[in-house]
DNA sequence: CTGAAAGCGCTTACAG
DNA sequence: CTGAAAGCGCTTACAG
């Protein structure tokens, strides 16, 4: 009793039993059970983090952020990959909450899978990060998809190119779907056509690109609109021979390290992706202790234009 | 009781109320208590993992195959970074030995830390994974790396280049030491000299190969000892202004999805990096559940050459 | 300021 | 085959 008062650093436990107590704690390595102090109702102090893929250096990179956030908060994550599976994504929602956790990260695998409405009307908190539920209501953490996508076009046009294409994979996300449209917008305003090629996954981009670059739509510059989409253009595109920033120029979503390194260097979007990562885990953990507002808090980051070669710069 | 006795698949429960209690347990969503089941002293069917940086694509790789061998085998794996950080490595090791965790996988930062001894006696197993711990046993998981730095050195030597460098950061690290120490070895046994550079980080690969490549042992091949080192390898001579492949040739412990994007493709010693992940996974679940033999397992995995641009083959 | 009582939700013997 | 009892290690009122 006296033990429990002294550790949770309750009022009247007089200095000198105080004192006594933590001696003796630390003369036999005494550590509180947790799973009986989660029986009595307690926080657990930890939250999850479900992500489509922890090797996706976008993911690998929150996920950094999201534990050194947790950590200076005193908590602990438990990271789970979701492998783009919606049944293995609820498997991993459903085990969190009766681990149990406090709270949950999570970048859905697909904005609209039904397990979502549950988990969002659950008992613990979610936030979701990168990429927002639209058949529940959750607090959300993303990047300004649209601004990003004019920024691209912009810079593109700027270079005087006027047949402008479209590359998106992954197109059942909201994200890229605001990526697409802000994309279409754009050039439409301009008065210029907005062409797009939605692949099915990141294999059938050397086959669209072939045609794509065989037909009478042959672009001048490409948007791609994630990394992993720009990553299936540039290797298209060196199979075909096709020259990067001198035959067609790219701009893709989304910073990756090696951007730099490869030739030409790869201009791109970036995002705040550490800064993602902690604003979602500082809005979970206030979540947790019941701060926050009644209604679902929304917070867009702004992303930045990084002028490399790939687009036409510094050729 | 019954209930208890349904779940856990006890004998000696009626068939007609087995499926009663099913059918309520289903009507009432009710699931088992975590906790309460931990306290009388169950298996928390779940285990942990922790890695240096899971933006690392070695680690994050691993993460996910630890993630899907623990799964398939019904269990749910905490995972934690750190950082590099001897300190809050041992801070999560606290953490998930108490929170519990039925084991841990760990590549340790360090693997002289006073705190791994005390780790490595404590009550749940732990295997570790890529860097083994030198001042306590537990049973390990990691590849040839003698054989690949013999392999990646007779490559060299095949090309006819006599003046071979190695470069290397990490080198507190075991498995980097041993890398270096057959490097020397191969070429010491060749009769050729045996050179090396032990940067303290990537940050310092600019000034060390900076003076190395003007100085009179200007190398012909470099070896580079883990992608890290070899992607600052890069940086450093593409500033240089120093042609891969044709000014020097360049081969990395540790293959990098990106090697195939970059001109000239990079060689690379490739560790089975999935396989290292299942297999400690594998070795932990089989501790856990009491098998395995009483003595410490060590597993080295196989390495492989894959033969790109950078070595000077396919000019 | 300190301690005895009850209970969190399970499981493990022990009786029926 | 089924149930009542005790206990896992905590915390939250309730008495002193």
Same mark, same amino acid.
């Given at each position: 009793?006296?033990?429990?008062?002294?550790?949770?650093?309750?009022?009247?436990?007089?200095?000198?039993?105080?004192?006594?107590?933590?001696? &003796?704690?630390?003369?036999l390595?005494?550590?509180?059970?947790?799973?009986?102090?989660?029986?009595?109702?307690?926080?657990?102090?930890?939250?999850g983090?479900?992500?489509?893929?922890?090797?996706?250096?976008?993911?690998?990179?929150?996920?950094?952020?999201?534990?050194?956030?947790?950590? /200076?908060?005193?908590?602990?994550?438990?990271?789970?990959?979701?492998?783009?599976?919606?049944?293995?994504?609820?498997?991993?929602? /459903?085990?969190?909450?009766?681990?149990?956790?406090?709270?949950?990260?999570?970048?859905?695998?697909?904005?609209?899978?039904?397990?979502?409405?549950?988990?969002? &009307?659950?008992?613990?908190?979610?936030?979701?990060?990168?990429?927002?539920i639209?058949?529940a209501?959750?607090?959300?953490? /993303?990047?300004?998809?649209?601004?990003?996508?004019?920024?691209?076009?912009?810079?593109?046009?700027?270079?005087?190119?006027?047949?402008?294409?479209?590359?998106?994979?992954d197109?059942?996300l909201?994200?890229?779907?605001?990526?697409?449209?802000?994309?279409?917008?754009?050039?439409?305003?301009?008065?210029?056509?907005?062409?797009?090629l939605?692949?099915?996954?990141?294999?059938?981009?050397?086959?669209?690109?072939?045609?794509?670059?065989?037909?009478?739509?042959?672009?001048?510059?490409?948007?791609?609109?994630?990394?992993?989409?720009?990553?299936?253009v540039?290797?298209?595109?060196?199979?075909?021979?096709?020259r990067?920033?001198?035959?067609?120029?790219?701009?893709?979503?989304?910073?990756?390290n090696?951007?730099?390194?490869?030739?030409?260097?790869i201009t791109?979007?970036?995002?705040?992706?550490?800064?993602?990562?902690?604003?979602?885990?500082?809005?979970?953990?206030?979540?947790?202790?019941?701060?926050?507002?009644?209604?679902?808090?929304?917070?867009?980051?702004?992303?930045?234009?990084?002028?490399?070669?790939?687009?036409?710069?510094?050729?």
């Open positions: 009793m006296t033990v429990s008062r002294t550790i949770n650093g309750h009022p009247y436990v007089s200095d000198a039993t105080a004192k006594r107590v933590q001696a &003796a704690i630390r003369k390595g005494y550590r509180p059970n947790l799973a009986a102090r989660m029986l009595t109702g307690q926080l657990s102090k930890s939250i983090l479900i992500v489509p893929n922890v090797a996706d250096p976008f993911f690998s990179v929150i996920s950094r952020a999201v534990q050194q956030a947790a950590r /200076e908060a005193g908590y602990t994550v438990w990271l789970a990959a979701s492998d783009n599976d919606p049944a293995t994504e609820e498997a991993e929602i /459903e085990q969190m909450t009766h681990h149990p956790v406090d709270g949950i990260v999570l970048a859905p695998v697909n904005c609209r899978s039904k397990h979502l409405k549950v988990a969002a &009307a659950g008992s613990i908190p979610i936030v979701t990060i990168d990429r927002s639209e058949i209501s959750t607090d959300s953490v /993303e990047a300004e998809n649209r601004a990003g996508a004019n920024m691209a076009v912009e810079h593109l046009m700027g270079h005087g190119y006027t047949k402008i294409h479209c590359v998106a994979t197109f059942h909201r994200s890229i779907r605001l990526r697409v449209e802000a994309f279409e917008e754009y050039l439409r305003r301009a008065k210029l056509p907005a062409r797009k939605i692949l099915s996954d990141t294999a059938s981009a050397l086959p669209g690109l072939t045609s794509l670059f065989g037909s009478r739509q042959r672009p001048q510059a490409i948007f791609a609109t994630n990394n992993a989409c720009t990553i299936a540039i290797e298209a595109l060196q199979t075909l021979g096709i990067i920033g001198r035959d067609v120029a790219l701009i893709g979503f989304d910073d990756v090696f951007y730099t390194i490869i030739r030409p260097t791109a979007i970036s995002q705040p992706v550490s800064e993602l990562g902690r604003t979602a885990t500082r809005l979970l953990l206030e979540r947790i202790h019941g701060q926050g507002p009644a209604e679902e808090v929304r917070v867009t980051l702004p992303v930045a234009l990084i002028t490399r070669a790939s687009c036409g710069c510094k050729r």
